[in-house]
């Protein structure tokens, strides 16, 4: 979770979803490092220029001074740690126009001689952080985001991040006691989650049949399932990573396992929207298994 400009920006990563802890924290670190460089940290200079809805004056810390509700001067204020800077210019001396100028000058003046820049963060470890990654703002200021254009960039974000879900095959194969029929029965589930959200079950009846015995006919079932599905090229990656742990399995443990694949829409997913591209110019994803660069094709010799 990130905070910008008072508003909370996060994202839940859960473990079931990425493949486990290593690789959900993976992608909360990238997400992390995705909205820094969209949303830089706002600097002191920027929260000092930066105009407020009661402005009336179109120039940050320049406002008015008033008599009985009559506009009598301008002022120019300047807040630092330190101490506040004031200086206030008379219309009666100066005339309304001129003594606006005088005090948009005198703001410009106290920026200049007493107004440093930093980052505005919560602690020193985000102070340094940020200077480590933004400290060519500090010497180039930008100006400070608006909410519109925040929450854009991070819903754009977001539906990136969306299309980056791992297709996620579930199988589970569970011995039930049925108190009605008499006998056990195995219970065989298989699910795809996140895109196609695909479900089909099987029943096999314990009355006749060992676990041991029924377990070819489930692996079958499963073998037809999973190649439908996504052809014999996962087939044979789920049936390399789980085959051992299924055949000995017992109708006491049963078996569950839960495979990841690269997202529906890869590998074009890969590549961030153009609005963000931009501003992640050399932002690179988490090296997981199911994110991985397609190779380039070497150039063929002549």
């Avoid at 807040?79 to 005088?102: C, I, M, Q, W």
């Avoid at 791992?166 to 795809?192: C, D, M, Q």
Wanted: contains cysteine; positive net charge; hydrophobic residues 35%.
């Amino acid at each position: 979770m990130l905070l910008r400009q008072g508003k909370d920006i996060q994202r839940d990563f859960f473990d079931q979803i990425f493949g486990g802890r290593e690789m959900s924290l993976a992608m909360a670190i990238a997400w992390r490092d995705a909205v820094l460089r969209l949303i830089p940290p706002v600097t002191k200079r920027q929260a000092q220029t930066a105009l407020r809805r009661s402005n009336t004056s179109g120039v940050s810390g320049v406002v008015t001074k008033r008599n009985q509700g009559q506009v009598v001067g301008w002022v120019a204020i300047l807040s630092t740690p330190e101490r506040n800077y004031k200086k206030s210019f008379s219309t009666k001396v100066y005339g309304h126009d001129r003594a606006k100028e005088l005090a948009i000058a005198e703001r410009q003046r106290l920026l200049e001689q007493y107004g440093t820049d930093a980052f505005i963060t919560q602690n020193t470890h985000a102070t340094r952080d940020a200077t480590q990654h933004f400290g060519y703002l500090l010497d180039n200021p930008q100006p400070t985001l608006a909410p519109t254009q925040i929450a854009a960039r991070i819903r754009a974000l977001h539906q990136w991040f969306d299309q980056l879900y791992p297709e996620h095959l579930f199988v589970r194969a569970k011995v039930y006691p049925s108190r009605t029929r008499g006998y056990t029965r195995i219970n065989v589930r298989i699910s795809l989650d996140r895109t196609q959200n695909h479900v089909v079950t099987q029943e096999l009846s314990l009355a006749k049949h060992s676990y041991q015995q029924r377990l070819p006919e489930i692996w079958q079932f499963i073998q037809a399932t999973i190649t439908d599905w996504h052809g014999k090229d996962r087939w044979q990656s789920f049936a390399t990573r789980h085959e051992k742990a299924f055949m000995a399995s017992t109708a006491e443990t049963g078996f569950q396992a839960r495979d990841y694949s690269a997202p529906l829409g890869y590998p074009d997913c890969l590549t961030p929207p153009a609005s963000l591209q931009p501003m992640l110019a050399g932002f690179a994803l988490p090296a997981l298994p199911y994110l991985a660069p397609v190779p380039e094709t070497p150039a063929a010799h002549k």
